[in-house]
C-alpha cells in the first residue's frame, strides 16, 4: 500500500506525542531562560537572543534523535529521516538555491504592489538608518561601491549563495525533525493531512519567539496565527521536496535561503516607519499568495500528492 494512502492504524502516535512533547520541551525552555534572564525585551539583549533562538532550534532534532532511538526505534535512521542525499539531487538542489531568492522578492513585488507607501526602494532611509550607526569609514566604502542601492543588491547576492551554508548547521536542526521525522510518521494520515497537520506543529512550535516580538514585532499575539499560516504553507513545498527526492537536504537549504533573505525586507522600509510584516513581505499576506501560487502549480501538473514518495520506508504497510 502506497504510504500517501496507508491505513491511520499504522499511524504511531507514541512516537509522535514523544516527538512533539520533547521538540517543544526542549525549545520552549531555551526561551524560557532567556525571559528569566533578560526578560521579554529582546532588544535588550539582541546577542543573546540569538544564541537562544539558534540553540531552540535543535529542539526538534533532540527529539528525532531520542524517540527514534529509545522511544520508537526506527528500522534505519539514515534512510527513514532523509539523511541520505536522495534522487533528483541535483535539480532540487538548484532548486532550492536558486528558487528561494525569486519566491522572496516575488513577495516582495507583490507587496509593493498593494502597498507601495510601504517600502522606501528609492531613498532606502531604513538602510542608511541601519547604517548611520557604522563608523564613518563604512560609509566612505559604501559611497565606493556605488552607492546604498549596489550595496543591498550586493547583500542580497551574498545572503542568496551564502545563507544555505552558513545557516546550514541550525537549519538541520530544525528539518532533521519536521520533514526528516514527523512528516514521514504522518503520512498514514495521508499526504495532505499530513502536510498541513506538520506545519500546524511546525508553526505553533514558534510561538514563544513570536510572543516576544519575533517576526511580527506589531503583532505579537497575532503573529502566532500569522506565521502558523506562513508554516503551513511552506510545509507544503518543503514537505513535497522531502517526499520527492528522499532527502531532507534540498528542504535544508531551501529553509536556510529563506532565512537568510527574509530580513532584507526590514531594509527596504522608512527609517521612521518600521515595516508591518503582516503586510509586506513573505510573511505577510502578499507572501501566503505567492506560496498558495507555488503549491497550485504542484497540484496542476500533478507533482502533488507525490506518488510513491521516497524514503518513507517505515511507515508504509
Request: glycine residues 12%.
Amino acid at each position: 500500500m502506497d504510504t500517501a494512502t496507508a491505513s491511520p492504524s499504522r499511524l504511531d502516535t507514541r512516537g509522535i506525542a514523544a516527538f512533539v512533547a520533547i521538540a517543544y520541551g526542549f525549545s520552549w525552555l531555551c526561551v524560557l531562560g532567556f525571559v528569566l534572564g533578560f526578560g521579554t525585551q529582546m532588544e535588550q539583549a539582541p546577542i543573546a537572543f540569538r544564541v537562544v533562538a539558534a540553540l531552540s532550534m535543535f529542539g526538534p532534532t533532540v527529539a528525532t534523535f531520542i524517540v527514534a532511538r529509545r522511544v520508537s526505534p526506527l528500522p534505519s535512521l539514515k534512510r527513514d529521516t532523509g539523511l541520505g542525499l536522495g534522487q533528483h539531487r541535483l535539480r532540487f538542489f538548484l532548486l532550492a538555491v536558486l528558487g528561494t531568492p525569486a519566491v522572496v522578492l516575488g513577495a516582495l513585488l507583490l507587496s509593493a504592489v498593494f502597498y507601495p507607501d510601504a517600502l522606501d526602494l528609492t531613498g532606502l532611509s531604513g538602510l542608511r538608518a541601519q547604517l548611520a550607526q557604522l563608523p564613518p569609514q563604512a560609509a566612505q566604502a559604501i559611497d565606493k561601491l556605488g552607492g546604498l542601492h549596489v550595496l543591498l543588491v550586493i547583500q542580497v547576492v551574498q545572503a542568496a549563495l551564502l545563507g544555505p551554508l552558513l545557516n546550514l548547521p541550525v537549519i538541520f536542526g530544525e528539518e532533521w525533525g519536521w520533514r526528516g521525522y514527523l512528516l514521514p510518521r504522518l503520512l498514514p494520515l495521508g499526504q495532505w493531512r499530513a502536510l498541513v497537520l506538520g506545519g500546524v506543529i511546525w508553526g505553533l512550535w514558534h510561538a514563544p519567539l513570536i510572543l516576544l516580538g519575533y517576526n511580527y514585532p506589531q503583532h505579537p499575539v497575532l503573529g502566532v496565527l500569522l506565521f502558523t499560516v506562513v508554516c503551513v504553507l511552506l510545509s507544503i513545498l518543503l514537505g513535497w521536496m522531502r517526499l520527492a527526492t528522499g532527502s531532507i537536504w534540498p528542504a535544508v537549504l531551501a529553509h536556510g535561503s529563506l532565512n537568510a533573505l527574509g530580513p532584507i525586507v526590514i531594509m527596504l522600509g522608512y527609517a521612521e516607519k518600521p515595516i508591518d510584516t503582516a503586510l509586506v513581505g513573505l510573511t505577510g499576506w502578499p507572501g501566503w499568495l505567492v506560496l498558495a501560487a507555488l503549491v497550485g502549480v504542484l497540484v496542476l501538473t500533478r507533482r502533488l500528492p507525490v506518488r510513491d514518495p521516497e524514503g518513507t520506508h517505515s511507515v508504509q504497510a
